[in-house]
């Protein structure tokens, strides 16, 4: 695995856009966590992703997971301004109808409120593929007043282990922080890399 190509994604920011321009070339691992902050919440304003280097498995996953806490926020519920072109939150089909029923609401009703997905594997390398939906942003399932998901207990397995995104390749995991619970993940998942391997760079 080399190390120094997952400093790309970050690469993809323009630095000079948002004054960042001394943190070119230097380790994220060794950024302050002023400087850390700082790239954190440019790469969020530009909805960039982080390609970590550890294996996407559901153990990894499950342990990111635990180094910090949902806000519930909602921001992966809305429309971000600075996208305003993402096609919204891809769903399994299956997964569709669990929410539509957990709701007591009509499948095709709601599914014509989707957009056509595609035809991927689902998580973690089973072989079966699963044909997808987009719901829409807002999600029709995000309620203000309550703060949440009104369909929490059957949500789907994107919005389970968000911000940790699927890329299709297990060789890295890959984190969204476009929120503080992101940007959490993001950086303790960095301690974690230093502590196991000094010697690990991440470039910008």
Same mark, same amino acid.
């Given at each position: 695995?080399? !190390?120094?190509?997952?400093? !790309?994604? $970050?690469?993809?920011?323009?630095?000079?856009?948002?004054?960042?321009?001394?943190?070119?070339?230097?380790? =994220?691992?060794?950024?302050?966590?002023?400087?850390? !902050? #700082?790239?954190?919440?440019?790469?969020?304003?530009?909805?960039?992703?982080?390609?970590?280097?550890?294996?996407?498995?559901?153990?990894?996953?499950?342990?990111?997971?635990?180094?910090?806490?949902?806000? #519930?926020?909602? *921001?992966?519920?809305?429309?971000?301004?600075?996208?305003?072109?993402?096609?919204?939150?891809?769903?399994?089909?299956?997964?569709? *109808?669990?929410? &539509?029923? @957990?709701?007591?609401?009509?499948?095709?009703?709601?599914? *014509?409120?989707?957009?056509?997905?595609?035809? +991927?594997?689902?998580?973690?390398?089973?072989?079966?593929?699963?044909? +997808?939906?987009?719901?829409?942003?807002?999600?029709?399932?995000?309620?203000?007043?309550?703060?949440?998901?009104? +369909?929490?207990?059957?949500?789907? =397995?994107?919005?389970?282990? @968000?911000?940790? $995104?699927? &890329?299709?390749?297990?060789?890295? &995991?890959?984190? #969204?922080?476009?929120?503080?619970?992101?940007?959490?993940?993001?950086?303790?998942?960095?301690?974690?890399? #230093?502590?196991?391997?000094?010697?690990?760079? $991440?470039?910008?």
């Amino acid at each position: 695995m080399d !190390e120094k190509k997952y400093g !790309e994604d $970050i690469v993809k920011l323009n630095l000079y856009k948002y004054g960042l321009e001394d943190l070119e070339g230097r380790n =994220v691992l060794t950024l302050s966590d002023s400087d850390m !902050e #700082r790239l954190l919440t440019a790469l969020g304003n530009d909805e960039i992703s982080l390609n970590i280097p550890l294996l996407c498995t559901a153990e990894n996953v499950k342990e990111m997971l635990s180094y910090a806490e949902c806000r #519930r926020c909602g *921001k992966c519920c809305k429309p971000n301004p600075q996208n305003p072109e993402s096609p919204g939150v891809e769903v399994f089909e299956e997964e569709l *109808k669990s929410m &539509t029923e @957990y709701l007591h609401l009509p499948y095709e009703e709601v599914k *014509k409120k989707t957009a056509v997905g595609s035809v +991927t594997p689902y998580a973690y390398q089973i072989v079966k593929l699963g044909f +997808t939906r987009w719901l829409p942003l807002p999600c029709p399932f995000y309620s203000e007043q309550q703060k949440g998901c009104q +369909t929490y207990p059957a949500r789907a =397995v994107v919005c389970q282990i @968000y911000p940790i $995104i699927f &890329t299709g390749d297990d060789e890295y &995991t890959s984190v #969204r922080v476009t929120c503080d619970y992101g940007k959490d993940i993001a950086r303790k998942t960095y301690i974690r890399l #230093r502590k196991e391997n000094p010697s690990l760079e $991440i470039l910008l």
